[in-house]
């Protein structure tokens, strides 16, 4: 009998706006499911549209919200369709923590970033995203960064996003080993429509990346 790896790197899937992606993504075992609120973004979706597709989300699957310096009162507004939250702009440690839902910050990775003192920042956080930088733009780059800027001591779990595609996600959970993967573009057809055949070799590589 194959032996299962000792670790796991946990899955998510960001971007929804679709039922049928929604279920397709819980079928391959996926551990968390994006939903982003930000209007500005090719995947957004209102708070509506975010009742629905949560309710097709089975337990033991975590449903997160994505929010871009938006106002208190939508976020509450979407607490009871999520699990938890990801901060993906400039929201200081204090207005991420006033929720009562687990919460996770998202950091880009500019030149100058100090992601020990981030870490120490955002220390009530259960984790750090770290993104690819492009100036104005909160997130979904679709560009990678160089993953050896990541310290192997971080005081926060990492979620690695940014890139990532069926084609790199092996290097980088051997490169990285991350707790997390976070994927949007890189199983879509198009902005905001999941393709299934991508979804599944993304999920597929990453088990493989796990048992080597």
Request: some cysteine; hydrophobic content about 45%; overall charge negative.
């Amino acid at each position: 009998m194959n032996e299962l790896p000792l670790t796991r790197t946990r899955i998510k899937f960001c971007g929804f706006t679709r039922a049928e992606d929604v279920d397709r993504a819980v079928a391959l075992g996926v551990d968390a499911l994006g939903f982003v609120i930000w209007s500005k973004s090719a995947r957004s979706v209102d708070v509506e549209q975010l009742a629905a597709l949560s309710a097709r989300v089975p337990a033991f699957v975590t449903r997160v919200g994505l929010f871009v310096d938006q106002p208190a009162e939508l976020i509450e507004r979407c607490l009871p369709y999520l699990d938890m939250l990801q901060f993906h702009g400039n929201e200081p440690p204090d207005d991420c923590q006033r929720f009562a839902l687990p919460w996770m910050k998202a950091l880009r990775m500019r030149d100058e970033i100090d992601l020990a003192h981030e870490a120490e920042r955002y220390h009530q956080a259960q984790a750090l995203l770290l993104d690819a930088y492009r100036p104005g733009t909160p997130g979904g780059t679709g560009e990678t960064f160089d993953w050896s800027r990541i310290p192997a001591n971080l005081a926060k779990p990492v979620i690695l996003a940014g890139g990532l595609s069926a084609d790199n996600i092996a290097d980088a959970v051997r490169q990285v080993a991350p707790y997390a993967v976070d994927v949007s573009g890189g199983i879509e057809a198009s902005h905001g429509c999941k393709d299934a055949n991508k979804m599944a070799s993304f999920v597929r590589h990453v088990a493989l990346a796990d048992a080597r």
